[in-house]
């Protein structure tokens, strides 16, 4: 009897020894498996900080780059509208009929003040007063004059259309589509008006027939096609400034 006693007694206690072993065992792996996970966590959080402040980078540059690609559009726009405007004004200026002082009441000295005031370009009014001076020909100062204006609009056209071909990047697609079509005509109308003028001021002569006459003919409507070219663009640029083009 008393060693069944003694038996029970052993089991007894092993049975605590094992609950205990047990308990400890399981608070260890519980423990373990707790930091196991808490270290996987702050790994996870810091790797998620990285690429949260990567891509939080990545927008503040994209959002930088966009705010000045807007910035320069909106630049680029007013630029290219008043060039575009001041071509457009040149080419009717350059079509007025201009109202020449009497040079036969006037002397060299005040022909040639009178040529500095048109012609910006020194050695231009000196060769024009010395060529005057030894023909006295007035058609050679008209023509010296109107040559510089004519010179001037094909300046102010080319400046417009390397300006629009060197930011064209910048524009919406409806801004282009509106330009493309009425860029080529500036050229082609001032060359037009160009040989018109310097023939009635050189020769005091109209182009009646010919080639050049039916060009002629149809400068009105040219014209008109460049100046509604010109209000659309306006137009544009004004509902796209006003409005944002986000594209």
């Given at each position: 009897m008393e060693y069944i006693n003694e038996i029970l007694k052993f089991f007894g206690q092993a049975t605590?020894?094992?609950?205990?072993?047990?308990?400890?065992?399981?608070?260890?792996?519980?423990?373990l498996v707790s930091q196991f996970f808490?270290?996987?966590?702050?790994?996870?959080?810091?790797?998620?900080?990285?690429?949260?402040?990567?891509?939080?980078?990545?927008?503040q540059r994209k959002l930088h780059d966009f705010?000045?690609?807007?910035?320069?559009?909106?630049?680029?726009?007013?630029?290219?509208?008043?060039l575009a405007l001041s071509s457009l004004n040149k080419i009717n200026q350059s079509r007025k009929q201009t109202v020449?002082?009497?040079?036969e009441d006037m002397t060299y000295e005040e022909i040639e003040v009178?040529?500095?005031t048109e012609i910006k370009d020194d050695f231009e009014v000196q060769k024009t007063n010395r060529k005057f001076q030894q023909y006295r020909d007035f058609s050679i100062i008209k023509s010296s004059i109107v040559a510089t204006r004519l010179k001037t609009t094909m300046l102010e056209i080319n400046e417009f259309i390397e300006y629009f071909e060197e930011n064209e990047l910048y524009y919406s697609n409806e801004v282009i589509s509106v330009i493309l079509?009425?860029?080529?005509?500036?050229?082609?109308?001032?060359?037009?008006?160009?040989?018109?003028?310097?023939?009635?001021?050189?020769?005091?002569?109209?182009?009646e027939e010919g080639f050049f006459k039916e060009k002629i003919d149809s400068l009105d409507g040219e014209?008109?096609?460049?100046?509604?070219g010109v209000g659309k663009l306006k137009q544009l640029i004004v509902n796209e400034l006003s409005i944002g083009d986000y594209s």
């Open positions: 605590i020894l094992i609950a205990a072993v047990t308990f400890l065992l399981r608070s260890y792996f519980k423990n808490k270290k996987e966590l702050e790994e996870y959080k810091h790797d998620l900080n990285l690429i949260t402040e990567e891509k939080k980078f990545d927008y705010n000045l690609y807007r910035t320069r559009r909106h630049e680029s726009y007013r630029v290219l509208y008043k020449w002082p009497k040079f009178y040529l500095k079509p009425f860029k080529p005509k500036m050229n082609e109308v001032s060359k037009i008006i160009s040989v018109q003028v310097l023939v009635k001021e050189m020769v005091d002569l109209e182009i014209i008109r096609f460049i100046e509604e």
